[in-house]
């Protein structure tokens, strides 16, 4: 018989792990200007020992120059008598050389707030408002009908809950009946009451009915755009406009009529009455020419609050009167500014050397435009300014940089390429541009196909294969020949 025991022993193994600083830092590298904005914002709160010098958007009080000369006295001077006192503290007063970029107007420590302040304060809180939803609204316009009763309302409520942000029923009414324990007569009852709220065409199942729903509010049921929609939605869609002229027996250029009828409707009647959460782009460094016609970069400095250490823990480190817990904890926190500040270095540092290599990269593309933009990888520009090409990704994720053509992704610099007749290098991202400027050239009557299309390229100078035109005609969104012919 086996006889069970215990036992402990030592295993060696060989880990990696990142550490909270790094962490952080590729946090910082990640984040885009509004989110690090947020972060500072949280970072101001947890550690009292940051101090914002300004948001980018505000001007400073007073003289900046003097301020900022007084500043640099009085952290020479508290430096000195610090390093007489506390070898370590001095290590970390002289972060006012090292972040030189984030030294803010001195800080007073007593700051007072008048009757205009306060005021200005509660205008602000009081002009935020909270943007109904879309289901906010339609349940507003439910409140409104006071003759339902309660097994009703509750149906109503569950399907206002049921709609997508479009504004169309996703959940079956067999699955509502079971969960409002009703019979599917109620639930239709109650589906047709919802359909009949502002705007035309919500709660619809599909396309056709969202359609369809608009044009009987507009009093046109039975009108010939009522029969398409209802009968040869499929057929229109397909582009078969020959096909549908044919089943109605009236002409193509009718049938061209009514799609001009049907782009007047709606298809996404949710739209209207959801929140619009609109995108601001914020471009991380401007590429411009300076007086001499050079190229140059200039990191975008306005809309990035800038940080310093505060002198007003420093001095309480120099009170030979502050307890030692205190000191200790103020030596963590400035040590952990420190980190945030080196961040932040690293992050601006990162994204102004990718810009500039960039810049050397494809020069031709901000002088000339899109058609110049030569293929580009990440490993490329990696290599160029020393650093792996995880890093390159991360610090150009999500970020945009303002070029003499516009705001751009700085993703947008990178693409394959393709090799040209004359053995040059061509960007996919040009031949996807000269693709758009052919088929904006076509005849819409004889829409050139991805062979024509691949025989005008090579017209160019640029070898493509109709299997990769196809490729990048789908990826640029547009139809083939045959849904683009116009009858």
Same mark, same amino acid.
């Given at each position: 018989?086996?006889?069970?025991? !215990?036992?402990?022993?030592?295993?060696?193994?060989?880990?990696?792990?990142?550490?909270?600083?790094?962490?952080?830092?590729?946090?910082?590298? !990640?984040?885009?200007?509004?989110?690090?904005?947020?972060?500072?914002?949280?970072?101001?709160?947890?550690?009292?020992?940051?101090?914002?010098?300004?948001?980018?958007?505000?001007?400073?009080?007073?003289?900046?120059?003097?301020?900022?000369?007084?500043?640099?006295?009085?952290?020479?001077?508290?430096?000195?008598?610090?390093?007489?006192?506390?070898?370590?503290?001095?290590?970390?007063?002289?972060?006012?050389?090292?972040?030189?970029?984030?030294?803010?107007?001195?800080?007073?420590?007593?700051?007072?707030?008048?009757?205009?302040?306060?005021?200005?304060?509660?205008?602000?809180?009081?002009?935020?408002?909270?943007?109904?939803?879309?289901?906010?609204?339609?349940?507003?316009?439910?409140?409104?009908?006071?003759?339902?009763?309660?097994?009703?309302?509750?149906?109503?409520?569950?399907?206002?809950?049921?709609?997508?942000?479009?504004?169309?029923?996703?959940?079956?009414?067999?699955?509502?009946?079971?969960?409002?324990?009703?019979?599917?007569?109620?639930?239709?009852?109650?589906?047709?009451?919802?359909?009949?709220?502002?705007?035309?065409?919500?709660?619809?199942?599909?396309?056709?009915?969202?359609?369809?729903?608009?044009?009987?509010?507009?009093?046109?049921?039975?009108?010939?755009?009522?029969?398409?929609?209802?009968?040869?939605?499929?057929?229109?869609?397909?582009?078969?406009?020959?096909?549908?002229?044919?089943?109605?027996?009236?002409?193509?250029?009718?049938?061209?009529?009514?799609?001009?009828?049907?782009?007047? !409707?709606?298809?996404?009647?949710?739209?209207?009455?959801?929140?619009?959460?609109?995108?601001?782009?914020?471009?991380?460094?401007?590429?411009?020419?300076?007086?001499?016609?050079?190229?140059?970069?200039?990191?975008?400095?306005?809309?990035?609050?800038?940080?310093?250490?505060?002198?007003?823990?420093?001095?309480? !480190?120099?009170?030979?009167?502050?307890?030692?817990?205190?000191?200790?904890?103020?030596?963590?926190?400035?040590?952990?500014?420190?980190?945030?500040?080196?961040?932040?270095?690293?992050?601006?540092?990162?994204?102004?050397?990718?810009?500039?290599?960039?810049?050397?990269?494809?020069?031709?593309?901000?002088?000339?435009?899109?058609?110049?933009?030569?293929?580009?990888?990440?490993?490329?520009?990696?290599?160029?300014?020393?650093?792996?090409?995880?890093?390159?990704?991360?610090?150009?994720?999500?970020?945009?940089?303002?070029?003499?053509?516009?705001?751009?992704?700085?993703?947008?610099?990178?693409?394959?390429?393709?090799?040209?007749?004359?053995?040059?290098?061509?960007?996919?991202?040009?031949?996807?541009?000269?693709?758009?400027?052919?088929?904006?050239?076509?005849?819409?009557?004889?829409?050139?196909?991805?062979?024509?299309?691949?025989?005008?390229?090579?017209?160019?100078?640029?070898?493509?294969?109709?299997?990769?035109?196809?490729?990048?005609?789908?990826?640029?969104?547009?139809?083939?020949?045959?849904?683009?012919?116009?009858?």
């Amino acid at each position: 018989m086996l006889r069970q025991s !215990l036992s402990q022993t030592q295993i060696q193994t060989l880990r990696q792990e990142l550490a909270p600083q790094q962490l952080q830092s590729l946090e910082i590298l !990640l984040a885009t200007v509004p989110e690090l904005e947020q972060k500072i914002s949280k970072e101001l709160i947890e550690n009292p020992t940051l101090e914002m010098v300004d948001s980018g958007t505000q001007a400073l009080a007073g003289n900046p120059v003097e301020a900022a000369n007084e500043n640099t006295a009085a952290s020479e001077e508290l430096a000195a008598n610090a390093a007489e006192k506390d070898e370590a503290l001095a290590t970390l007063i002289q972060l006012d050389e090292a972040w030189h970029d984030y030294v803010p107007p001195s800080y007073t420590g007593n700051a007072s707030f008048t009757e205009d302040d306060e005021e200005r304060r509660r205008f602000m809180l009081n002009s935020l408002v909270d943007e109904p939803s879309l289901q906010d609204l339609l349940q507003a316009q439910l409140r409104e009908n006071d003759q339902l009763d309660e097994m009703s309302s509750r149906i109503c409520e569950e399907i206002i809950g049921s709609l997508d942000d479009r504004g169309y029923l996703r959940s079956p009414l067999e699955d509502i009946a079971l969960a409002c324990v009703a019979t599917l007569e109620q639930v239709n009852d109650c589906l047709k009451l919802i359909q009949s709220f502002d705007p035309a065409g919500i709660a619809a199942r599909d396309l056709r009915e969202c359609l369809l729903l608009q044009l009987e509010r507009r009093g046109q049921k039975g009108t010939l755009v009522y029969m398409v929609i209802s009968k040869h939605l499929d057929a229109l869609g397909r582009n078969q406009i020959p096909k549908v002229a044919q089943s109605l027996h009236i002409s193509p250029r009718e049938v061209y009529d009514v799609l001009e009828e049907i782009r007047t !409707l709606n298809p996404f009647p949710g739209s209207l009455l959801a929140p619009n959460n609109a995108t601001f782009v914020v471009p991380e460094v401007y590429v411009e020419k300076d007086e001499d016609n050079n190229w140059r970069v200039r990191t975008n400095r306005e809309c990035t609050p800038r940080l310093r250490i505060s002198s007003y823990y420093l001095n309480l !480190l120099k009170d030979t009167e502050t307890p030692a817990e205190v000191k200790t904890y103020i030596r963590q926190k400035i040590a952990d500014s420190k980190v945030l500040l080196r961040a932040l270095d690293q992050r601006q540092s990162t994204i102004e050397r990718i810009t500039h290599s960039l810049l050397k990269f494809q020069e031709d593309f901000f002088e000339r435009g899109i058609n110049a933009l030569k293929p580009l990888i990440l490993n490329q520009v990696a290599e160029d300014i020393g650093v792996h090409e995880t890093t390159v990704s991360r610090a150009v994720s999500n970020k945009y940089i303002q070029s003499p053509h516009g705001i751009m992704p700085f993703k947008h610099f990178f693409s394959s390429g393709l090799e040209s007749t004359s053995g040059e290098m061509v960007s996919s991202r040009s031949i996807k541009n000269m693709i758009e400027d052919l088929i904006k050239s076509e005849n819409p009557a004889k829409p050139f196909s991805d062979d024509k299309l691949a025989k005008l390229l090579k017209e160019r100078g640029n070898q493509v294969a109709r299997r990769t035109v196809a490729k990048y005609r789908e990826e640029l969104g547009i139809l083939p020949s045959h849904m683009r012919r116009s009858y």
